[in-house]
C-alpha cells in the first residue's frame, strides 16, 4: 500500500511563497504519474499540477503556470510543488496524488492533505 504525506503548508502574505513537499512510501514512486490537487472550502477538488514518472513530462493548470512549479526527486520518493506570488485565491487543502501507469486519468492513491492560507 502506497503512502503519501504532504508537508509544507502554512500561513503567507499575499506574494509569498511556499514549497509543499510530498512523501511516498510502500510503492514503485518512480513509476508512479504524480499530481498536486487542491479543494477550496465550497469548492471542488482540482488538478493544479501534475508530474510524469521520468520528470520531463509536467502539467501546470492556468491559474497557477506562471507561479508554480512542480519536480520531483526519485532518489528520495519525493514531490515538491514550488508556490511563488501566492494569491487570496490559492487557499485551499492541497492534496499530494498517485497515479500507476495502468490507472489511465485515476489517480490511485492520496493524501491526508496540508492547508495552505494566504492572508491578504
Known amino acids: 500500500q502506497v503512502q503519501l504525506v504532504e508537508s509544507g503548508g502554512g500561513l503567507v502574505p499575499t506574494g509569498g511563497s511556499l514549497r509543499l513537499s510530498c512523501a511516498a512510501s510502500g510503492g514503485t514512486f518512480s513509476s508512479y504519474t504524480m499530481g498536486w490537487f487542491r479543494q477550496a472550502p465550497g469548492k471542488e477538488r482540482e488538478l493544479v499540477a501534475s508530474i510524469g514518472w521520468i520528470g520531463h513530462s509536467t502539467y501546470l493548470s492556468d491559474p497557477v503556470k506562471d507561479r508554480f512549479t512542480i519536480s520531483r526527486d526519485n532518489a528520495k520518493n519525493t514531490v515538491y510543488l514550488q508556490m511563488n506570488s501566492l494569491k487570496v485565491e490559492d487557499t485551499a487543502v492541497y492534496y499530494c496524488?498517485?497515479?500507476?501507469?495502468?490507472?489511465?486519468?485515476?489517480?490511485?492513491?492520496w493524501g491526508q492533505g496540508t492547508q495552505v492560507t494566504v492572508s491578504s
Open positions: 496524488a498517485a497515479r500507476k501507469p495502468e490507472s489511465g486519468y485515476q489517480y490511485d492513491y
